[in-house]
């Protein structure tokens, strides 16, 4: 595809399960970023990946978070032992080439998150 | 947190002009700004970004203070698909909760 793409578009799962989430970054786009967004809240910096590595991962909430990211595409976000505060869209976005002291060299393109709701 | 403040909303007329201001007042040399928006039920959508200089692309342009700690995103005529939230992020990639943009008919 074109854009980038995240599964699943929802996933509802019971407090204390874990929860996997994919992001399909585009294709040759060696930066990627992982967010999430609570209900009527701006989007939250989570983890950055350039190629297979998180130079990045300081906004990782805590440690039942965790995201890597293989072959310089597809990455996985896995939550343990989720809770209700957990629940949230969880986006993803790839860049072209790498952030800089600068910032992202290039734009970043968002995909169309995750929808989770842990009940 | 973010290092950026913006109103919470505005709202503007169909086909006017409108500005949407950010501060940004403990930005770095190095920090780019940058301006995103996200329309209902989508994901976030690059705008525009600038260092020092004005910017102007397709959708919009971007002016930026001399001492560099605001910044204002202008739509040039505003219609009712720019209605969304806008946010002005520096370099960390810091979301704040943005501006609501509404957009009257």
């Known amino acids: 595809g074109a854009g980038v793409s995240q599964s699943p578009s929802n996933k509802v799962t019971e407090k204390g399960k874990d929860v996997e989430l994919r992001c399909d970054p585009i294709s040759g786009h060696t930066a990627l970023y992982w967010y999430r967004q609570s209900l009527g809240q701006g989007l939250e910096f989570l983890i950055y990946?350039?190629?297979?590595?998180?130079?990045?991962k300081s906004g990782l909430p805590s440690d039942r978070f965790s995201a890597e990211r293989t072959g310089g595409s597809v990455s996985t976000l896995t939550i343990q032992r989720t809770q209700q505060e957990d629940s949230a869209v969880y986006l993803c976005?790839?860049?072209?080439?790498?952030?800089?002291?600068?910032?992202?060299?290039?734009?970043?393109?968002f995909g169309p998150g995750t929808r989770l709701t842990v009940l | 947190d973010a290092k950026t403040t913006q109103p919470n909303s505005m709202e503007s007329n169909e086909e006017e002009p409108v500005h949407l201001p950010c501060n940004h007042s403990?930005?770095?040399?190095?920090?780019?700004i940058h301006w995103y928006r996200q329309l209902p039920s989508q994901g976030p959508e690059y705008v525009i970004h600038g260092l020092t200089s004005n910017v102007n692309n397709r959708m919009a342009s971007l002016a930026i203070a001399e001492d560099r700690k605001s910044s204002t995103l202008i739509l040039h005529r505003a219609t009712l698909r720019d209605a969304a939230v806008y946010y002005c992020i520096l370099s960390d990639m810091r979301f704040g909760a943005g501006t609501r943009l509404t957009v009257k008919p």
């Open positions: 990946f350039q190629g297979n590595s998180a130079p990045d």
């Open positions: 403990t930005i770095s040399g190095t920090d780019y």
């Open positions: 976005a790839s860049s072209l080439n790498q952030r800089t002291t600068y910032g992202p060299r290039d734009e970043q393109f």
